[in-house]
C-alpha cells in the first residue's frame, strides 16, 4: 500500500534551516509528483511547492521563493523539503503528499512533521 | 495566483441534516478542482477528485459539483464522524491554492 514517512519534530532558532523527509513506499517513486503544505496552528492548508521525482524539476510558490529547496533521492524513494532562515510564522506542521492522476488530486498524506521555531 | 474562496467559512449542524459548502474560483479553473476533509491532528484526507469524482473508499453521502469558477460540496446526511474542516484546491495550475476552509461543527 502507498505509504509517506515524514521525519520527526524538529525544534529549530530563528535563522536556522530545517529539513524534512518524506520516504515513499508501495508505488514507484518516480512516477507521481510530490507536493509540499503547511499548517501554522490554528490555520488553513498552504500550498508550498512541488517536485518532480524523475529528474528532480521543481515548482515553489512565491511565498517561499529563495528560502525552499525540495529535492529528492531515487535511491532510498525519499524526497526533502529545506526551508531556511527560519521566522517564528514558520511553526507549523508540514506535510508531502502525493499527486494523483486526471484532477492530480492529493490522495496520499505523510504524517506531517511539526516544526517549531523559537528562540 | 487564483483565489479559491470557500463560504461559509463555518456552519452549525445537525446529525442528519443536508449540508452544502460552496468554493468559487478567481478564474476558471474547468474541473480541476478537489476537496478535503481534515480532523483534529490528522492529515487532510482526499474526499472527491476533478470535481465530481468521489475518491474510493469515501461514503456516498459525499458529492461534489460546479465547473468554471463555481463548485459545490454536498454531504447528504450529516454523520457524527463528519464534523470536520474541509477545504477544496485547484489543480488547474501553479500554486496549487486552497480554499480558507469551512468547519463543520454540531449544532
Known amino acids: 500500500q502507498v505509504q509517506l514517512v515524514q521525519s520527526g519534530a524538529e525544534v529549530k532558532k530563528p535563522g536556522a534551516s530545517v529539513k524534512v523527509s518524506c520516504k515513499a513506499s508501495?508505488?514507484?517513486?518516480?512516477?507521481?509528483?510530490i507536493h509540499w503544505v503547511r499548517q501554522a496552528p490554528g490555520q488553513g492548508l498552504e500550498w508550498m511547492g512541488i517536485i518532480n521525482p524523475s529528474g528532480g524539476s521543481t515548482s515553489y510558490a512565491q511565498t517561499f521563493q529563495g528560502r525552499v529547496t525540495m529535492t529528492g533521492d531515487t535511491s532510498t524513494s525519499t524526497v526533502y523539503m529545506e526551508l531556511s532562515s527560519l521566522r517564528s510564522e514558520d511553526t507549523a506542521v508540514y506535510y508531502c503528499?502525493?499527486?494523483?492522476?486526471?484532477?492530480?488530486?492529493?490522495?496520499?498524506w505523510g504524517q506531517g512533521t511539526l516544526v517549531t521555531v523559537s528562540s | 495566483d487564483i483565489q479559491m474562496t470557500q463560504s461559509p467559512s463555518s456552519l452549525s449542524a445537525s446529525v442528519g441534516d443536508r449540508v452544502t459548502i460552496t468554493c468559487r474560483a478567481s478564474q476558471s479553473i474547468s474541473g480541476y478542482l478537489n476537496w478535503y476533509q481534515q480532523k483534529p491532528g490528522k492529515a487532510p484526507k482526499l474526499l472527491i477528485y476533478a470535481a465530481s469524482s468521489l475518491q474510493s473508499g469515501v461514503p456516498s453521502r459525499f458529492s461534489g459539483s460546479g465547473s468554471g469558477t463555481d463548485f459545490t460540496l454536498t454531504i447528504s446526511s450529516l454523520q457524527s464522524e463528519d464534523f470536520a474542516t474541509y477545504y477544496c484546491q485547484q489543480s488547474y495550475n501553479t500554486p496549487r491554492t486552497f480554499g480558507q476552509g469551512t468547519k463543520v461543527e454540531i449544532k
Open positions: 508501495g508505488y514507484t517513486f518516480t512516477s507521481y509528483y
Open positions: 503528499a502525493r499527486e494523483g492522476p486526471m484532477s492530480a488530486p492529493l490522495g496520499y
